[in-house]
């Protein structure tokens, strides 16, 4: 059993650290005076000079038909029939993409409407599968989904059969190789991302194989789900050695340095306004999701944990946080307990982390989340009886995996491409701090279906690559599980907690 | 044309041999041919199999960019056309195959679309001319061309002292010029219209198109777009025009991208609504050019086709002075509705065509009506040679001789059997858009002859006939409701008496008392069948649908859900309720059709009521979004007589900033706020001032003069007087929470304290809580931040939507587009994002 601290590895976490604050909004009034399309020019700003890099380092010899490919550097001067790349935004043009102007046309306030086709189906006594409610809220209907880049002077429409197998969201900016064909479509044949941003230097010495537990969606919820608390409850008495006999899990539980919860912790929404009062019920619109047992209860648990390990806390869609990205710390006083203690820290979200020497890049998965709609048919759109989609990429997303999206962010050197368009996010106006300066060592996204890793090498231009380490963390509350990463190598294993 | 049978739009040949081409140079129009013949050898066909087809018409749709002075509308004495964008199509395609913008200073390239440039304005609208006598189109259309684009080009060609420019009809020696005509019908209200002649084109406004054929809350393009086709389109305000036009070739790109989009949207609209097919097929059936259509009432129709058929007659018809003589007679009856919320099904039995078919079944018309000694004098019998009409006119029988009307009317009706039974069995999509054209042509021609009759100010009126035929019309729905309310009785072994609870011109809504629709379609059937057997040929009663349920509010005023067959209801059908009326604001329009889907849908008059309350409750605390409140009228030069909300406030905003301030011709939006005057006018205010100074909206006015109204006519038939008004002034409007004006002379002295957030009692500076809330402190917070997500999530929302609507995300959203549900939402968010975002911020240094 370990009872005491001094049993414990200690990681190496300095005070501050070059990218600390890059996700802290600005302390001073925030003015929402800037409209959207300010964050796309700073993205423009940060990025193309980079995309260029690595285009003509790539294409600058290249030819299409025996002709020799050159820069364009506005989109509307791309000439027909003459082989040339640029650089520019991605615009999706999707079919089932959030609309407002319909939802305030048809509604007075604006109050989104529920899925609908999951309703019908739901109507219909229809049995309604996990993906079946993913794809309630996704966008794509592969029939009409359009794919355009832009730049300040223009669009044009993107068709070649690299699209089928390339990810590619509403605000990714890439360098494209093809020529016009028809009129204002162009036929892309290669592609290329941002030069990735510089790595920190990891100087590896002894780590005694220091282990960070990626956490994410424990979700304590008061009342129904009391599941999901009794579960976590197992998780810290195995974390707390109560239930560890053997010498070896004594030997793992101790190297665990740090705990890193990605969001999500809390359900608060689920308590939503179902206890209206009944003599309020022509006053108040925005009823309180707060569940204040819940917290208490979470609360209590963490500072369990924190008698022993540090604790990192991300706040994420299902917290008692601020719905636009970045989200700030959750607020102190909701952790009355947790926050007496010195190694308890609320980070933003996403946020940089500097553990042992190395850089990791965190979210809590809203991010992903919204770029799998991107490429997962709206549940109106019937699959048909084959449900194998024709582009690769979709079927793989829909069915298989969604590394290809953790991934995707990385080569894009952008986590939150699909902010401000589908993804909510602060009107930033000298700035988009999404789009990385840095490239993390470790990139860990909470909240996902299930758990999954990959070592990604990013080029940069002088034929040098970065390696970064990509997690799924999977969401414990339904897989009950956390991932474990060794800080030495850079691996990572499940840690499951058995019922 | 009547004399050698030529319709509108209808195929000619000019059979070979008996014409002579005219050499090129001899030309005296820009046609590709010109030819020489006697009229009489032309040979006209009618519109019949490879005759029905449509010629293959080049349409070309424009529309200009003025750039105009700070606060004053473009005058074309003064200010320049800047651009002018083009599309051309051939109709029937679904892709125009020109598309370019002609600009003065240079334009960076739109994809898709040529640019010519000019630095000189003269130069660019001379260049214009040669492309359009080039492009050589067969109809022009364009949004609002006749009143502004045509006259503005022409004007300005004036005030630039471009002589050449006024040629682009297809005759060489016609100049261009506007008249102003007055268009005055029974039908359509009278209208000021400008006119421009151009030879061997044809123009379609839009806009006056869908002013005749739709009726809508509002007419710009920006609302038609969004009525007809769903879209939004992003607007432009004349002031930024001129910036744009003055930055560098990409705004003026910028500036192409949006004229080019008001050149399409015409084209698309047209397509939408056929209105070239339905129009052609109109000139065809009645024979007048097709540019009558628009500029002309509905007697011309009717009096084309009269001298058409008296030609096949050999009869003269009198040119009479019209004398104006107002003479009354009596209109329609309606059977007196009993007013109530049915849920049972209401059959519904129509005469079909019923004014026509009363002429034909007692053969009237101007060349039967006998008078007293005609009678007397060949010794007429009455009921065997004559009929004796309720009015007490008389007519002769058919056998003895047939009217020209009879005759007309039944050519027109079999035409359109005929037109319908092709229609059925036709396939190829376009070739079914032109025959359903032509029955619409048709019905709507039969119609009108019977107006024609009666238009005293018309060509030719003849009262007795039309007072006649009402008069008949009155009979025959009356002996309907007898025959069926005694076939259908209880008496006559029916568990149920029926009752006739409502009828108008041509039909009875009956309602037979059973609770099942099948059942009340078969009857239905069954009455109609056995009530048309006592009635003269060919007057028939049919059967059509069944209203269930059905909500009778008075004349000419209802509501129902439509079946016509017993599954699924059809649509909603409503009728005389407001949600088209102009002056109403977007809340009354929301708010009944969001009643009357309850009542009607769902057959939840709780759930409705439920949703007024918490409506009305909502709009007394100001919960109501701005955007829903805003009335908007256009300001036009005789509303200056008059003290009306929308020009005092156009007055009050000229004097705040002229250069900003609504110019005539321009729409003023504005909302009721409360201020210490009482009188309407004076309480009208700029939406955005509103806004910006947060000021109180008067939403007693909303409540009282918008929906109470409407609400009331709804809910009283179904709720009863007592408890309808209950609505309006219940419970749930008495937690107004007074919003007091910012400025007040008394806000000055108070000072203000720091309150507990949650029950405002006095607390010290810099806390956010009293000692005896800080125990709720974690849901208080909650509830602030569940304000901040929903005010996020919108603000986000919104703006991105005009950054989608606006087609880049790389500029500046600059749209003003006041018909557009999101123009003030966006703003208000913003301002309320902002406010909200403080409040949370005090809760940062807290802690509990
Ligand atoms: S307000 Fe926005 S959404 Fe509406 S028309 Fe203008 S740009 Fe489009
Ligand atoms: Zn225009
Ligand atoms: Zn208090």
């Given at each position: 059993m370990i009872t005491d601290s001094m049993f414990r590895n200690v990681s190496v976490q300095p005070e501050n650290y070059s990218r600390k604050d890059d996700f802290s909004l600005p302390d001073s009034k925030r003015t929402y005076?800037?409209?959207?399309?300010t964050i796309y020019t700073q993205r423009v700003k940060q990025l193309k000079s980079r995309i260029f890099k690595m285009a003509t380092a790539k294409w600058k010899d290249e030819t299409i038909n025996d002709i020799k490919t050159t820069y364009v550097s506005k989109i509307l001067d791309v000439k027909n029939l003459t082989p040339c790349y640029i650089i520019g935004t991605v615009f999706a043009d999707y079919k089932y993409k959030t609309n407002v102007l319909k939802e305030v046309s048809t509604n007075m306030y604006g109050v989104p409407e529920s899925a609908s086709s999951l309703k019908a189906k739901k109507d219909a006594q229809e049995e309604i599968k996990d993906i079946d409610v993913l794809r309630s809220s996704a966008y794509s209907d592969p029939s009409s989904d359009k794919l355009m880049i832009e730049d300040e002077s223009g669009r044009i429409l993107l068709d070649g059969e690299l699209l089928d197998s390339t990810v590619l969201v509403t605000g990714v900016m890439v360098g494209l190789l093809g020529m016009e064909v028809e009129p204002g479509v162009f036929t892309i044949v290669d592609i290329v991302y941002p030069e990735a941003g510089e790595q920190v230097e990891r100087t590896i010495e002894e780590k005694q194989n220091d282990k960070v537990l990626f956490l994410s969606g424990l979700k304590f919820t008061y009342g129904e789900n009391v599941d999901n608390v009794s579960v976590a409850q197992l998780l810290k008495e195995y974390l707390m050695g109560e239930l560890s006999f053997s010498d070896e899990d004594i030997k793992l539980l101790k190297s665990i340095t740090n705990i890193i919860i990605l969001g999500n912790s809390t359900d608060v929404s689920l308590a939503s306004s179902t206890n209206v009062k009944e003599k309020d019920k022509y006053r108040e619109q925005n009823k309180s999701v707060f569940d204040a047992d819940s917290m208490r209860q979470f609360d209590e648990f963490l500072s369990q944990l924190l008698k022993t390990i540090p604790v990192t806390i991300l706040p994420g869609d299902s917290d008692p946080a601020e719905t636009s990205l970045p989200k700030q710390p959750l607020?102190?006083?909701?952790f009355m307990k947790s926050s007496q203690f010195t190694n308890f820290q609320r980070a933003s979200n996403p946020c940089w982390l500097d553990i042992d020497e190395s850089r990791l890049l965190c979210t809590s998965g809203e991010n992903i989340d919204d770029i799998y709609k991107y490429m997962v048919p709206n549940l109106a759109v019937e699959l048909g009886d084959s449900t194998e989609l024709e582009s690769s990429i979709q079927n793989e997303v829909l069915y298989k995996s969604r590394l290809k999206l953790l991934e995707g962010t990385m080569k894009w050197q952008h986590i939150l491409p699909t902010a401000p368009d589908t993804l909510w996010c602060y009107p930033f106006e000298n700035d988009d701090p999404f789009a990385l300066k840095e490239t993390p060592h470790v990139y860990a996204v909470g909240n996902q279906p299930k758990f999954e890793t990959s070592c990604l090498k990013l080029d940069r231009k002088n034929g040098e690559e970065v390696a970064v380490r990509i997690i799924a963390v999977p969401e414990f509350c339904k897989t009950h599980e956390g991932v474990l990463l060794d800080m030495e190598s850079l691996e990572c294993s499940v840690m499951k907690i058995g019922l | 044309m009547i004399d050698c049978k030529i319709t509108g739009m209808g195929w000619l040949t000019a059979p070979a041999g008996k014409y002579s081409v005219i050499s090129k140079y001899r030309q005296v129009s820009t046609c590709q041919l010109e030819i020489t013949i006697d009229y009489k050898d032309l040979t006209s066909h009618p519109s019949e199999g490879k005759y029905l087809s449509m010629a293959p018409l080049r349409i070309l749709s424009f529309d200009i960019e003025c750039a105009g002075r700070k606060g004053i509308f473009p005058e074309a004495e003064h200010d320049p056309v800047i651009q002018i964008a083009n599309v051309v199509s051939k109709a029937g395609d679904s892709v125009p195959f020109v598309r370019n913008v002609f600009t003065v200073k240079s334009c960076a390239p739109i994809v898709g679309s040529e640019i010519f440039s000019y630095e000189d304005e003269g130069e660019m609208l001379r260049k214009w001319k040669d492309f359009i006598v080039q492009v050589d189109p067969d109809v022009i259309i364009g949004y609002n061309i006749a009143n502004f684009d045509l006259p503005y080009l022409l004007n300005r060609a004036v005030a630039l002292g471009v002589?050449?420019?006024?040629?682009?009809?297809?005759?060489?020696?016609s100049k261009q010029e506007i008249k102003d005509s007055v268009f005055s019908s029974r039908a359509y209200g009278t209208r000021e219209n400008k006119v421009v002649n151009i030879e061997g084109r044809m123009q379609l406004d839009l806009l006056q198109f869908i002013q005749r054929e739709y009726k809508l809350r509002s007419y710009t393009l920006n609302a038609v777009s969004s009525h007809f086709l769903g879209e939004q389109k992003e607007d432009v305000h004349h002031s930024i025009i001129t910036v744009l036009q003055n930055g560098d070739s990409q705004t003026r790109r910028r500036l192409a991208v949006y004229c080019l989009k008001d050149a399409y949207l015409p084209l698309r609209l047209a397509e939408k609504l056929m209105c070239l097919v339905n129009y052609t097929e109109m000139a065809r059936v009645t024979g007048v050019p097709f540019s009558f259509l628009l500029s002309r009432g509905q007697q011309i129709k009717v009096i084309s086709q009269l001298f058409r058929k008296c030609l096949d007659l050999n009869i003269v018809i009198p040119n009479l002075k019209s004398e104006g003589v107002n003479e009354e007679y009596e209109g329609a009856t309606v059977i007196e509705p009993k007013r109530g919320y049915y849920d049972v099904p209401i059959a519904t039995l129509d005469f079909a065509s019923l004014y026509p078919s009363i002429m034909m079944a007692h053969n009237l018309c101007y060349t039967t009506l006998l008078n007293k000694q005609t009678i007397e004098r060949l010794h007429l019998e009455k009921d065997k040679d004559y009929t004796l009409t309720p009015t007490g006119e008389c007519f002769v029988k058919p056998e003895l001789r047939k009217g020209i009307l009879p005759t007309i009317l039944a050519e027109l009706l079999s035409a359109r059997k005929q037109a319908k039974k092709d229609l059925k069995a036709e396939t190829d999509p376009f070739k079914k858009q032109v025959l359903n054209g032509r029955q619409l042509a048709l019905k709507i021609s039969a119609n009108s002859v019977y107006g024609f009759t009666g238009a005293t100010i018309g060509k030719l009126p003849c009262l007795a006939i039309s007072s006649s035929v009402t008069s008949f019309g009155r009979q025959m729905i009356e002996k309907t409701k007898q025959t069926v309310l005694e076939k259908y009785s209880i008496k006559n072994g029916f568990p149920f008496d029926s009752e006739v609870i409502y009828g108008d011109t041509d039909s009875v809504m009956v309602k037979f008392g059973y609770d099942n629709i099948e059942t009340c379609m078969k009857l239905g059937e069954e009455a109609a069948a056995f009530v048309s057997t006592k009635f003269q040929n060919p007057i028939k009663l049919e059967f059509e649908k069944v209203y269930f349920p059905y909500l009778l509010i008075n004349k000419k005023r209802y509501a129902g859900l439509f079946w016509t067959?017993?599954?699924?209801?059809d649509k909603m059908d409503t009728k005389g309720i407001e949600t088209v009326r102009r002056d109403n604001c977007r809340l009354v329009q929301n708010v009944i059709t969001k009643v009357l889907e309850l009542i009607l849908e769902d057959r939840d008059v709780t759930g409705a009521e439920e949703f007024v309350k918490k409506t009305i409750a909502d709009l007394l605390q100001n919960r109501v979004d701005l955007s829903q409140l805003v009335i908007t009228k256009a300001l036009s030069r005789q509303d200056y007589a008059g003290k009306q909300a929308h020009v005092e406030l156009a007055e009050r905003m000229r004097k705040r900033d002229a250069g900003s301030a609504p110019t005539l011709g321009d729409r003023v939006a504005y909302v009721i706020i409360k201020t210490a005057g009482d009188k309407n006018y004076e309480k009208s205010e700029d939406p955005l001032f509103v806004l910006e100074n947060s000021l109180p909206i008067d939403t007693k006015y909303y409540l009282e003069n918008q929906l109470a109204n409407p609400l009331i006519r709804i809910f009283e038939p179904i709720l009863g007087e007592r408890r309808a008004k209950e609505l309006l002034n219940g419970s749930h409007t008495r937690t107004v929470t007074v919003a007091a004006a910012k400025t007040g002379g008394l806000m000055k002295f108070a000072r203000k304290a720091n309150t507990c957030k949650n029950c405002k009692a006095t607390i010290k500076?810099?806390?956010?809580?009293c000692k005896n809330c800080k125990s709720q402190s974690g849901e208080l917070y909650g509830r602030e931040l569940a304000k901040m997500n929903s005010l996020e999530v919108k603000f986000s929302k919104l703006w991105t939507e005009c950054q989608r609507c606006q087609g880049s995300l790389h500029q500046e959203v600059l749209c003003s587009n006041k018909d557009c549900p999101i123009f003030y939402m966006r703003k208000k968010c913003q301002k309320d994002v902002v406010k909200q975002a403080e409040e949370l911020k005090k809760w940062d240094a807290t802690t509990w």
């Open positions: 005076t800037h409209q959207f399309n607020h102190k006083s909701l | 002589k050449d420019f006024p040629y682009f009809s297809r005759l060489k020696s067959n017993p599954k699924k209801f500076q810099g806390e956010t809580l």
